[in-house]
């Protein structure tokens, strides 16, 4: 195993340090294991290992504990973190346990660091599986990469190639203590089924199946990365006039295969998740019947679509807000909105409105918009809604700009307009 082991990581780009994701389990203590016995010279990157505390099953402080001694035993340092695991809405557990898991892991990434874990051949081959039975296209049915950016830094598996035998014999050679999960003898769950009932059949009547779809899961990375070049090349025709926007006449003008490559390859490049196929159809159906006043949305799990004036707009769903909200401002202090996901100050109120806040009768009050509110400007008096129509905002942004009171008098739309008002209010000449 360790010649297998040195030679997988000769493939996986340099690292400053080494965090092997330490379940327990013997396919992570063997990886660990492994990594320790190798002779590190000089400028090696550092080897630590972390375990994540789920709190889900009986025996969590057992495992964790067992991961100290081993950890003591082959003088690796360990870090424990405690996660919580609980699923959210419209999330299993297992999902929600991976998530919690992924998300400690790179918080404890710093820049240069990889972070291993003990995937190998059989995971590979029970991937794609799974992938092709839930109808993935070749972006599921790549199953794990090798190597991929994760955190600050990337996220190896340098047992890929490598098949469980061959962890197996390792651990029993060094008499090696693992702890044994009985979830994953669960056949309630679909890997459980496919690992202990239908992958040992398929292996019997074809002895070289792991190999087989694993060669499979590589060749479907290639057609991916074409795929997704591709739609690195329409993306640069298909920007809208707004920065991160996609254009929707220009979405039209392309055939239906091209356009959802092109909007998977849009979402990804934003972050979010990818909608599965009804919500992609249903997506590109809008995006071919919209007309410039189409209140156009889709939204799933992750991730929601809009579109605005022929501009297609992605982004994470908007949490509803509360018009009727009412925030009182003393101005000395920051005045925090987390429902809007943003901090005033009156240091931001200069620096946006070219306004010297102790020209305003404090104390100030912040709205959200409702509806036929007004605002002054160049002694005309103006409809705010028209005013954000000139603008080109957005409905959804519109609702959530903090609207600036004082007293009974609009002063400020934020970071847009400064109104003005009359003596007593604010002194002097008014700033647009």
Known sequence: M?????????????????????????DSVALLHGLAQLDAPPGSPGLRAVHVHHGLHARADEWARQCQVLCDALEVPLEVVNVDARPRRGQSPEAAARRARYEALADRMAPGDALLTAHHRRDQAETLLLQLLRG????????????????????????LDMDRSVLEAHAHQHDLVWVEDDSNTDLGLDRNLLRHEVMPQLRQRWPALDTTLARAAGLQAEAQELLAERAREDLQDLRGEVAGTLSIPAIRALRRPRQRNAVRGWLQEKGLPVPNQNRLESLLRQIRDASPDTRLRVSWPGAEVRGYRDSLHAMAPLPPVDPGRVWSWDGTTELHLPELGMTLSVEE????????PTRLAWPLTVHLRRGGETCRLRGQTRILKKLFQEAGIPPWERERIPLIYAGDRLALVWGLWCCDLPTGVVGGEASE
Do not use: F, I, T
Not at 2 to 26: I, T
Not at 137 to 159: N, T
Not at 349 to 356: I, N, S, V
């Open 2 to 26: 360790l010649k297998d082991l040195v030679q997988a990581l000769e493939r996986l780009p340099p690292a400053r340090r080494w965090l092997v994701g330490l379940s327990g389990g013997l």
């Open 136 to 159: 993935a296209g070749p972006a599921g049915l790549s199953a794990m990469p090798r190597w991929q950016p994760y955190g600050s830094g990337w996220h190896g598996r340098p047992l």
């Open 349 to 356: 109120m200069a620096r946006l409105h070219e306004l010297d």
